[in-house]
């Protein structure tokens, strides 16, 4: 319901409850008009006001009462928890009461920890959270992480976990009682690093890192605890929490960082940061800040603005308890066997540098990683030089990138399902110039590098673009510290390049330093910001992760409005980088406008004649052709390619780009013929113009097998697929594109029905994603489920089931359950479990589909009327006809709209009277089936088993209904 | 932890300035002092007290919070955590009681009218709970009158008070809001379940 219908329904209702019954009716038909839904609406609100004594008129005391009683008589002692029995309460957060209990079952009984959310906290946020924690800790597997045993729901409702009770003492406390060493505290913080960074891996930030939730077992083996308020890396789209509590982020202040006292995303480099407090703990027995007060400004000001002092000074502070704030602490922990004097030169230099550098306020310069802190822990422990040093040389200008633009310019962003070809963008070629122009202004850095680093010829050009994009981003990090704005221009630059390999992940890296470098030495509205802001914003958009480009790229949009005006060249690269990225997010009208807005600004500014104009155009070709709209999408391509050509002559690797989108149109439109021609003269560019190496010849390779692979020349597309999956191989390593190409040759196997080889190759591309992406990407999730169909097939239900779920799981995550994406995934699986006979599974997930469906879709909706059916038939299949029903009859009530859905509409007909047949409803049945085998034999032939479906319920019915004659005319029929 | 009124009034303070951390705190203080003030009721002391949700309220705020200190808007902000607090108590109660109808071993008992209207009310409430939470989607406004009135069980003065709305905007609003929630708990008791 939208508020504005709201509205007139209220105004109407209320005009119509003054009236009499007689003056009402005339009333509503005057006002409602043709608005048959507008006033059935408003009289049954008129006949609920009318009603008295329900619920709402009853005082909810009474309620209250009966859980008050209920609640009041459960002490802790005794209390179950599924087979658990609690023995005490054993600690009390915030959030949560911790107990041990035991397993009644369990001969040894075994003792656990059962952490229990408490009433109150038990928001829906707060819920979600708990059920994420017990998800990612179930999958958490380390010996130095506390293990999740168990987790459920109380009988009053609260959510509960299971976990390891480990027994041993607060890792600062441990140092003391057995006088660890500096090296032994060193050696053990190592290890509680190596649990850090393995939950890293499985994309788990700790969030809430210090002693009392790092334990040391008597053996000396620390165990983390308490994953607690651990939330997955990727934010949650979907996790909505009232706006009461919204921000709320749970914390402990004296280990927590800037990011996390500021309500600001929180990653592993939190982690990093709270390891530095510890380590800084465990080395001097002080945590690096006090705060005065614990009001939330003051604990924000001290964390955010105040400088460390450095480690190696704060040892001649002592003794602490000369200091009037010291009672507030409860005594740290230092390293016993040193004198203060021998303990300040071994903290001097190196860990001093390293522990300052786990402390920095900016999380993109302390360490990159846990395991970057640990190794430099290591080298310090070995008396190699550690990285955690200021030192700055000089610096030099280079061309680099510009020379191998088009070299490093994989151009690959585009990830291919099974079905869909490649479908090669402007955008990226836009990034490469964009990127020439960029690169005559960076410094003599890189040629410096370029020159002094120059490999044997030997080696790929690729490789060695890439080995140099990694010595350029460690040097400017080394090097470049006190330059911020020829650092953020160079990470800028170099994050481009990366992306162009495909190395989002440290293209990204990149990317948001410069942002940040950005926003502090050219002020938050510079024009600057906007660029890399921007930047950053296309690469999250190639990582997948939507919902953050979404926010750059608008933010980028606007400041650019706001600084440059509405009538600037760089509105219209910010419109047209967003409506990219909306047709990534399949949402396809607001990609169509923001496009056309990007379209009418580049002819204004630059004239109806300009290579901008071709590049916009051929993104909207490209929604259009989403959109099935091909013709539109064609004569679009056709404008960008002559303009191409007109501008940049026949020979130009644009026009090979757009001859290639162009081919991809017609193919749609199964003009397959000419776009194989199409394709073919796409690819002779390309080789003419790039060499047979270059990874868009790939791209043309593989469209052209699509293509062909369409047509039924198996052996031809096969060859190709496999030239262009070695050439990708050799050039981009393991990249998106990598995965893309092993998808479309399983698509070879599928289509010949080996499915066998298929899943091998859907298995090679997802190993492909999962080390590009790790786990959380939409095209793992796209993979999976092309791994489930094919696994479906093969037989091996059980692990189909496991990927379609883990499919769903995976984009659920990301893009919340509303999205269209994850709809489909939960559609698949809805329908899988329905295939297979797993009728229980099949109702939840076909409940919650329509339910996500009705929420999201505008009724009526050929999803919903699909799943509706879905629903319907699990319901059949397992003797529940009745409740199969209502489902059938909605489902049906939305078919016959829609006069093209004949099919759906009399197959779900012929369900339905089978449905009433066994309700023995015969008189309702007989004309449903009757009329659904009519049109399935109108549109099929008599034997096809559609038709023969439709009469053998007939025959059901007649036999039922106990009229044997007519049974027997069907059953001749069937024969015939 | 002290949690006595003066840190309760602090988080209330600091809540109303802006600092949403405030409130989760605030949240677990409140509802202890509200469910203590309830089971004092159902002892013998109380006795003669019917249970109502906004004497709860009220007492729990004149309890927990220094009156010196606050002002009236705060007074309000308060009512609306306690009405949120109420509506999760009651809801959580209504989702379990019908969780165990549901769930476990069908024992056989004989016919028990009592339980059999609470399991009702119960079904109705958590019904009530979805469609409330339907409206406020549309009709923001709508949704915290009720919960205001029905979950807090504030009169419509003091919901008038608290929203800063006349008071016949909220007897107006409160009685489309009564019909629509009943017609869409009326649609789910009679849709396939």
Known sequence: MTPERWQRIKDLFEQAAELQDDERAAFLSRECGGDADLRVEVEALIKSDEQDGTLLDTPVADVLEGILAAEAATPAAGRRFGPYRVEREIGRGGMAVIYTAVRDDDQYRKQVAIKLIKRGMDTDAMVARFRRERQILANLEHPSIARLLDGGVSDDGLPYLVMEHIEGLPIDAYCDRYGLSTDERLRLFRTVCAAVHFAHRNLVVHRDLKPSNILVTEAGEPKLLDFGIAKLLTPDPGETQPATVAGVQPMTPEYASPEQVRGEPITTASDVYALGVLLYQLLTGRRPFRFGSRSPREIESVICKREPEKPSTVIALDPPALDLEAEAEPPASAPSDRAPAKLRRKLRGDLDNIVLKALKKEPERRYGSVEQLSEDLRRHLEGLPVIARADTFGYRTAKFVGRHAWGVAAALLIFLSLVAGIFATAWQARIARAERATSEEVSDFLVDLFETSRPDKALGETITARELLDRGAERIERELGDEPAVRARLMDSIGLAYSKLGLYDRAAGLLSEAVDLRRRTAGGEHPSVAVSMNHLGVVHTAQGRYPEAEQLLEDALALRREELGQEHELVAESLNDLGVLKYYRELYDQAEILLRQALELRREVHGAEHSEVAYVLNNLALVLYARDRYEEAEALSGEALAMHRKLLGDRHPDVAVTLNNLAEVLRAQESCQQAIGLFRQALELEIGLLGEEHPDVAITQSNLAGCLKDEGELDEAEELYRRSLELIRGTAGEHPQLAGSLNNLAGIFVARGDHAQAEAFFREALAVNREIHGGDHPDVAKNLSNLAITLERTGDHAAAEQCFREALEINGRLLGDEDPAVLANRKRLSEFLLRRGDLGAAEAEFRQLVALERQTLESPHRDLARSLLGLSRVLLAAGRPGEAEPAFRESLEMWRQWPDEWLMRAGTQSLLGGCLTELERYAESEPLLVESHAAFEEKRTASHPSTKRAVGRLIGLYEAWGRPEEAARYRARLAE | ?193
């Open chain 2, 1 to 193: 932890m002290n949690e006595g009124p003066t840190d309760v009034t602090r988080l209330l303070l600091d809540w109303c300035s802006g600092d949403e951390q405030a409130l989760a705190q605030l949240m677990p203080l409140v509802y202890d002092e509200l469910h203590r003030r309830a089971e004092s009721y159902m002892r013998r002391e109380r006795k003669d007290h019917t249970l109502q949700p906004t004497a709860l309220v009220h007492e729990a705020f004149l309890q927990l919070i220094d009156q010196n200190r606050v002002r009236w808007q705060n007074r309000t902000q308060f009512f609306a955590v306690a009405a949120q607090l109420m509506r999760r108590i009651v809801l959580k109660h209504a989702r379990s009681h019908r969780a165990d109808k549901r769930g476990g071993k069908s024992i056989k008992v004989t016919f028990d009218e009592a339980a059999v209207t609470t399991e009702k009310t119960a079904a109705d409430l958590v019904a009530l709970d979805e469609a409330l939470d339907r409206l406020t989607s549309f009709d923001p406004r709508q949704g915290r009158i009720v919960e205001l009135r029905y979950f807090g069980g504030l009169t419509v003065e003091e919901v008038a008070e608290c929203l800063e709305l006349s008071t016949a905007t909220v007897k107006r609003e409160t009685r489309i809001a009564r019909a629509w929630l009943q017609r869409e708990m009326t649609r789910a008791a009679g849709a396939p379940a």
